[in-house]
């Protein structure tokens, strides 16, 4: 069976980044002494599940930061929005979550890493999602993408660690129920 | 000078009450073999500031909760509204956040419990919040009334302190800088 984790950041009120996705407010912190764990959970995935958005993002950094496998699920793009160089780690997917958690199983991956707002929304209201290690960030942004959205019932969680950092940073990590 | 501080529960998502301001998904949580330091907080407070929705919330419970003063801040609530036995204990103010800080400093008030989430965020962005003391809940509930509101900038905080409990509770306190 493959399991489905994330790993996010957001501003206290609840955003992964403001309503044009900028990212400014959470760069702005120096955590550079700090592993609040992205390495080792990075390197406990088989490889990465995002949304289109979050492609178009990591496409905008300097470079290609994953090493591992990246599903995009998308019904609006199509293989030439993939740069040249990225068509062997990354392929595009139309399936349902259920679909792609399925076959990610067919070929054997343990432990897939969802990322992106809107597909970590879709995962947890399909029941799909593990767990979320969340680090809450110390500020206020006002307004911008969230990170939750509506549900069609009440989701308990279990905390299954929490850790507080010198940035003020605190992850902690929530089983689904 | 008199500060305001706030101490307040929310979901995962960010709600502190659900829509129809029940709290019901807060009160099937188990805690009272756990100190969440709300007994200390109101030990250090010289009484309280609510908004006319916390009242009629907290007038529905059993028994009125507070031995303090309380001063609900309100421009459509009149005296009549403050039942007989607490006319003693409570008291109405139109005044501005700012005008009824200023008043409670000549009272000698030297910390005011500021409760309820408009008003809240009313201190927040009045830049009137000295800090508060957050306790996040292991759920998410989907939707309701949330704590965080619009800003006109960023608001930056300082960590100065981080709990987790057995229930899954976290505690944070911020200090607004």
């Not at 929005?81 to 199983?105: F, H, N, T, Y």
Request: charged share 20%; glycine share 8%; proline share 3%.
């Amino acid at each position: 069976m493959t399991t489905a984790h994330a790993f996010m950041g957001m501003s206290l009120d609840g955003f992964i980044a403001r309503q044009d996705h900028s990212l400014d407010w959470l760069m702005k912190f120096d955590t550079t002494d700090e592993d609040h764990g992205f390495d080792a959970f990075m390197d406990s995935v088989d490889g990465l599940v995002m949304g289109a958005n979050t492609f178009k993002t990591v496409l905008g950094f300097d470079s290609w930061p994953y090493t591992k496998k990246v599903v995009v699920m998308t019904r609006s793009l199509s293989p030439q929005d993939i740069p040249a160089e990225l068509q062997d780690k990354v392929r595009l997917s139309s399936q349902s979550p259920e679909e792609l958690m399925q076959q990610l199983r067919d070929e054997d991956w343990s432990r897939a890493y969802v990322d992106g707002g809107q597909l970590v929304q879709s995962f947890i209201r399909s029941g799909l999602l593990a767990d979320i290690t969340l680090t809450i960030l110390p500020t206020l942004i006002g307004s911008g993408v969230r990170l939750f959205g509506a549900l069609d019932a009440d989701q308990d969680l279990e905390l299954m660690n929490s850790q507080s950092f010198g940035s003020g940073f605190v992850t902690n990590c929530y089983k689904f129920l």
